[in-house]
């Protein structure tokens, strides 16, 4: 099942940045523990993560290994022979028989629900002895080393404590130290609901087990992976017993913890795995295993510096300078705080040969978190990735690519077995045994864009990268999910025009014309769009490689009669093919401008669409939209789009203040990541653009932002861009040609045109000017 994907190849040109250190504080602090798991704080190598919660005599750490899933392969499977109702749906819909045709869709076309479930690791606790009241309690997460630590006085012993996961090791790490020799006494047990055997010897305890889906009263409900973590304790001084399932550490003056987990998704034995792991890191010095750690993690983090400024609140605690930005104080380096938390949060959720960062990252408690903890494939995932490239963490990419590629399998029987179609597709949602039919209702399941929009993420890999024997291993993946369309669109009998359905706009739905609620139709907005980004990248892909010519060709036909975006009578974009009534004229998703962001159709070379979208998100705000993290996140995208800096800080305003939490964590709510990370995104898109086939520098700089610097950032073409700004103007540029070729640059209205040389740095002063 693991993808051998040689693709970390393609990372290897990456640089750091060569400005002067830019002082800000990339650390989030609190002076109390965390009341709940919102509040907790998140550490993670990719695979392995926790939630540190800081508790002084209880200490909670909630566990996760990305691949503790319930279910297998296949257990989702298509409706059979569910393609030869396609003609008459399609037939109804042309007629305008909307109700209809969603009834027989729903009946015949798509398959029963079955959901598998990401679930926690479970819980370490430690438990400690303190004889006195503790004070001078801090709880932190350092962003540049990647270490979370709790540090508190008992008496006249101060106790300090550090937590991280290292890469290198495959290893969560706890160090707990005391002022005073023979201060140091606790307790340490495991605990998870349910599917969990526990043991003690000597000085480790083992939990293993089989997951199964379903509360903890229920059982051997939709068997996943065979998992078993093992946790030893290393002393010094003081003395070690076994309690029943816990052990018990007393009057030692330090103490380490080694915590590893696996699983058998990827074939192995978890219980060897675990094993060699846990040998292997034990017998290696504790100082390198923490400077292997911090420089792992620094090699990408430290790509990119953003300096937006201080204010009086910089040096508050984190929920302190939250609570004061809701209120209405400015604080810019929390805005930098924030971009850098969403890029560790990638960092620590998503590295090479892992699986791809869902709803929640890693992060996710408990047996049956928010929607399952999966893969939405119709917006979410997708944002999940949108700062990987820009924000210069483009092996972070990867695992993305990976899903994919992965889906194709599945994907293909899906398009025969549905849609007697070539090709592959998948619907709105996958997980990590990668299925891809149409379940539940038509509202959010009948959708057979997913592959196509997740295929947008390997081109933008290669538009960033350059790297021609990665695209050799993209093309054929965009190619299938471009061949699928080649079966499935069909002509729309009134306007000649090729259209997809039965499809949705993804969870929305419209009032037909006898007062009915529907959900699908033919041709929606965003298919069409989704369509035009699809063919247009895999034929550029083709012209690249220089191959395919015949069938680049056919491509190029088949888009020419793709139905093209249409402006309503109120100057909107429209959603749907017609222009229905909105029961929730506010809704979340804004689906139908995909072509703004993260497609490229619309423009400022496209001013009556580009009026058009303004008018649409307008709208959508004006009767309550934004009211979701991720799509306050993804409007803050779209007027960076707009180059409306000011609207888009408006936004960020308001994701901060309305749908973050005190750990900055996104809320929907509950939490889900993509929120974190489509800000960080619309954070670097404000700042530099590179779309529409030019790197157009400080696109939409908010006048909240008069000064200051980043540099790291890149751009497409494989370009790294370093600028400093003073009162809203270019002070100064500076842009690394990794792969050379040709450079197009705008600020403002002014544009110049470079030919680059490889590993040349080209510097410019206010207005363009050459230095």
């Known amino acids: 099942m693991k993808k051998a994907i ?38 993670g190598n990719g695979k392995l993560g926790g939630m540190v919660f800081g508790r002084v005599d209880y200490e909670r750490i909630q566990l996760n290994e990305e691949s503790v899933w319930t279910g297998s392969p296949g257990q989702v499977p298509d409706k059979p022979d569910a393609y030869k109702y396609l003609p008459e749906v399609r037939n109804l819909l042309f007629k305008g028989e909307y109700s209809k045709a969603q009834e027989i869709t729903e009946k015949e076309i798509m398959a029963k629900e079955g959901w598998n479930m990401y679930q926690t690791l479970g819980d370490l606790f430690l438990g400690f002895r303190h004889k006195d009241t503790c004070s001078e309690y801090r709880r932190e997460l350092s962003l540049d080393n990647a270490i979370a630590k709790v540090s508190y006085k008992s008496g006249k012993t101060e106790y300090k404590r550090e937590y991280y996961s290292s890469v290198p090791d495959q290893v969560l790490i706890i160090e707990l130290n005391a002022s005073n020799s023979k201060a140091l006494s606790f307790s340490m047990s495991m605990k998870r609901e349910k599917d969990a055997t526990i043991s003690v010897d000597k000085n480790t305890i083992t939990m293993s087990g089989q997951v199964t889906a379903g509360p903890a009263d229920m059982k051997d409900l939709n068997p996943g992976v065979h998992y078993e973590t093992q946790i030893m304790v290393v002393k010094e001084a003081g003395e070690i017993q076994i309690s029943g399932d816990s052990l018990m550490i007393k009057d030692a003056s330090k103490a380490t913890i080694y915590l590893v987990a696996a699983t058998n998704y990827w074939g192995d034995d978890p219980h060897l795995v675990c094993s060699e792991r846990l040998e292997k890191v034990t017998n290696k010095d504790l100082k390198k295993i923490k400077q292997d750690h911090i420089s792992e993690h620094q090699r990408l983090f430290n790509r990119v510096k953003l300096d937006l400024g201080t204010s009086e609140n910089s040096n508050l605690p984190t929920d302190k300078r939250l609570e004061a930005f809701k209120n209405g104080s400015d604080d810019p380096s929390l805005l930098s705080l924030y971009f850098q938390y969403g890029r560790y949060m990638l960092i620590s959720s998503s590295r090479p040969d892992d699986l791809a960062a869902n709803l929640q990252g890693i992060w996710a408690d408990g047996l049956i978190p928010p929607w399952s903890a999966d893969y939405h494939i119709n917006i979410n995932i997708q944002m999940n990735y949108w700062p990987a490239e820009v924000t210069n963490l483009s092996e972070c990419h990867l695992p993305f690519i990976a899903l994919v590629d992965s889906l194709r399998k599945n994907g293909r029987k899906t398009a025969k077995t549905m849609y007697n179609s070539r090709g592959f597709t998948a619907h709105f949602t996958t997980d990590a045994w990668y299925w891809t039919t149409s379940v539940g209702k038509a509202e959010w399941g009948m959708w057979p864009m997913g592959a196509a929009w997740c295929s947008q993420h390997l081109w933008e890999h290669y538009a960033f990268t350059q790297e021609i024997e990665y695209l ?76 395919d010519q015949e069938f680049r060709d056919s491509l190029e036909i088949l888009r020419s009669r793709l139905s093209p975006l249409k402006i309503g009578n109120d100057g909107r974009i429209m959603e749907w093919s017609k222009e229905f009534e909105e029961p929730e004229p506010g809704h979340r998703h804004i689906s139908h401008l995909f072509a703004l962001h993260p497609g490229k159709q619309i423009t400022m070379h496209t001013p009556e669409l580009m009026g058009a979208a303004r008018k649409t998100i307008e709208y959508r705000l004006s009767h309550g939209g934004g009211h979701t993290g991720w799509s306050r996140a993804w409007i803050i995208n779209f007027y960076a789009r707009m180059l409306n800096g000011d609207k888009a800080y408006e936004n960020l305003e308001a994701l901060l203040q309305k749908s973050t939490l005190n750990n900055l964590f996104d809320v929907h709510p509950p939490f889900q990541i993509d929120g974190n990370f489509g800000g960080t995104a619309g954070i670097a898109e404000m700042l530099l653009q590179s779309h529409a086939d030019e790197i157009h520098l400080l696109p939409a700089l908010p006048k909240a932002w008069s000064s200051g610097s980043v540099c790291g950032l890149k751009a497409r073409g494989n370009f790294e861009v370093d600028m400093e700004w003073e009162k809203g103007e270019l002070k100064s540029a500076k842009i690394k040609s990794v792969k050379g070729g040709k450079c197009k640059i705008r600020l403002r209205e002014k544009d110049i045109e470079l030919d680059t040389e490889s590993g040349k740095t080209y510097s410019f002063g206010p207005n363009l000017t050459e230095v």
């Open 472 to 547: 050799e291993y993209a093309y054929p993946i965009l190619k299938e999910a471009s061949l699928f369309f080649f079966d499935y669109l069909t002509e729309d009998p009134k306007t000649g025009y090729l259209v997809t359905g039965p499809s949705s706009s993804p969870e929305n739905k419209f009032k037909t014309p006898d007062g009915k609620i529907s959900n699908i139709t033919m041709g929606p907005a965003m298919d069409m769009e989704i369509c035009y980004d699809l063919f247009s990248n895999t034929m550029e892909a083709a012209k690249i490689l220089d191959i």
């Open 6 to 43: 040689y693709l970390n190849i393609f990372c290897a040109f990456f640089y750091g940045c060569n400005q002067p250190e830019i002082q800000t504080t990339n650390t989030l602090w609190y002076e109390n523990p965390a009341k709940d798991w919102n509040e907790a704080l998140p550490i």
